[in-house]
């Protein structure tokens, strides 16, 4: 028999209760053994809900069982949630959780609390949800050099930019939408300006990479300037507007960043739409590589929690591999990053487009007068910033192009 | 140190080669030890290639060497291939394969070798080339219950239907392009016919369900019939038609088949294009998942059998889990299978084909004259049969949906 203790019993937390619970007898059969949740940690009663018999309201009950050999954190945030976690592997338990803000920010300290016992600190759903990407990182890319990660990583942003694109409606509509069909926060900053993508690309690039990228200096642009004039520009260009976190390595730096994209139709993430989540990887034989999934959702993620704590259970005495190490990534300077810009200008001459990008065609939309839009050739960032700067406020806004 | 052999250097072989090699740095440190490759395999003779150093012409050398503990086959075919998988698996030497016709027909006999002697016998790459589904199956989704898996698995009949689609020719000459090319081997048979997909849906469902889907039980259709009038109703029903291999399981039994499929827009398949593989599985848990990368190709597919050496190199001694038992999965009678169908008739009235298929659009398309096309409700196989029956020749075509 081996215990797991459940903290949080929140919709995650009570995700995982059903998902160990529904597919009990499988999991016993995968792993030889008996599974079970002794406890499961959270303030509040619920009277009726099966989770009654095995739920209790102080950590300590958990951290002092030594039957308790795994513990799947689900409260969120990054205050209790990490003095416990920390707690639970210092007294030698494993841990697991879906909480990339709690990875982002302190998972080099709670991996080499794990390492050092001997024990293991897991995190699939923390990116992606439910899409496998971080056990295909550690256990399958093994024979590759992976020198891109690129993703659609945050749900309701993606649900937000679809309805934009097939409803023609406006950020703050939209967002509202989302917010009726709890997709999106009463408090939607972390999502709508990418500071979730952000630490899930920092996690992933952390994996990817082997070196510890700090989330705090990944480059990050929400969506909340996305107009229907952007969707329609977009249109036009037979592409999507996708909010991409992205990251490249060369050599042995690389640059991350989250920005809204302009998607080309012959990338696999173009058809991600919905709430789903994508997450495309190139390694070095390997070539293109993408996985898709639900990102978000009470089973979907629960299912990936779950699938931790049978690696676990299966392992229960060793520090599962991972490539993430305390060194730290050195980023590469955003302005020094290749690529190319679709730029809307306003009351500029083609001569004098031409004469500050170089050659372009020139793109109109019905939906907007006086203004036209130009994708420029491949440039480094800084060097289209100044480009830009020479147009002062005639230039409407930008959106980088992803191939 | 550990050791492998790599049985034949051709296209496979000596990508795996090539893979151990360019990464053989990071392969190393992610072991922790050295791997490296003892012996290659192969009766020719490779002068000034790197592999002379380690080419032997004799399966004994490797046979008898304790050293190799690790054996990856890359010759092809179930002869030979089989024979020394088996010796070598009977010496207590672990093995990958890439071979999907291998595993197919005796993976069973193979896997309960190497379970009982300890080891492992892998094939990541039999099935989508570079894409991770076996390990995804084996190890990442362990808390679902899976009950469908449905994939374009063969990379030259999605190039084939591409092409038609993208360019308006006909079969015949697309897959003249495409051996040309070299992506269709001059026997197209496996391939065009779905023999090839079939194979490879009967392994993945073997491991998705924990019980052997004998291949030989597998519907199976090709694309030989699919001409470009066909593809025009598909665009003209926003669909693209593609070579599915699917299998769903319901209780204790399956289905399993091959065939062309009109692909909706809302399913993640629907946007793989060119050669291209992409893998949807439905878990109870997770939901909807969908892996894609490339299906076939020197590299990719060595990656896939590197990161098995990887994986093996690891475990020397165990063996590593895979639900796949030696039970037999009984198979649902395709007739008992529920779907729609689009069905091309010819000199049928409508008011015919409502009183035998019920209510029903008419579809046509300019490019053929005296025919319309319609989409029947959901209904068993069997029962569609029937109906056509009624229409006997005046049926043109029927190609099955899926959304």
Known sequence: MVYAAILGYGTVGSGIFEVLRTNQKIIDQRLGKALRV???????????????????????????????????EAMGGIG?????????????????????????????????????????????????????????????????VVDEISGILNGTTNY???????????????????????????????????????????????????????YKEVYTEGITKITPADIAYAK???????LLATSRRTGDTCYAMVSP?????????????DVFNAIFVHGNMLGDAMFYGSGAGKLPTASAVSADIVEIAAHLHESLRSDWTSEKMPLQEIDQVTGRFFVRVKGVSDEEIRAV????????????????????MPMKQGDYKNKAAMLGSRVVSMIRMKD
Chains 1, 2 share one sequence.
């Open 236 to 242: 036009k260009l037979g592409r999507k507007i996708r």
């Open 160 to 214: 937000m930019l679809w309805k934009m694109e097939t409803e023609g409606c406006e950020f703050a509509e939209v967002l509202k939408e989302a917010q009726a069909k709890g997709y999106a926060e009463a408090d939607p900053t972390a999502d709508v300006e990418g500071h979730d993508a952000c630490r899930k690309i920092a996690i992933l690039s952390s994996l990817a990479y082997g070196k510890f990228v700090n």
């Open 261 to 273: 994209f302009l998607v080309g139709d012959g990338n696999p993430l173009y058809g991600v739409n």
């Open 357 to 376: 990008f170089g050659p372009t065609d020139l793109i109109t939309i019905e939906e907007v007068e006086d203004e036209y839009g130009f994708v420029t």
């Open 38 to 72: 002794k406890y499961v940690l959270d303030l509040r009663e619920f009277p009726g809900d099966p989770v009654e018999e095995v739920l209790v309201h102080d950590f300590d009950t958990i951290l002092s069982d030594p039957e308790v050999e795994i513990v799947a």
């Open 80 to 144: 209790a949630a990490y003095t416990f976690v920390k707690k639970a592997l210092e007294a030698g338990k494993n841990v697991c959780t879906s909480n990339e803000a709690l990875v982002a920010e302190y998972g080099v300290e709670l991996m080499e609390i794990a390492r050092s016992k001997n024990r293991s600190f897991l995190f699939e759903a923390s990116c992606g949800g439910g899409i496998p990407i971080i056990r295909a990182l550690n256990e399958s890319l093994t024979a590759d």
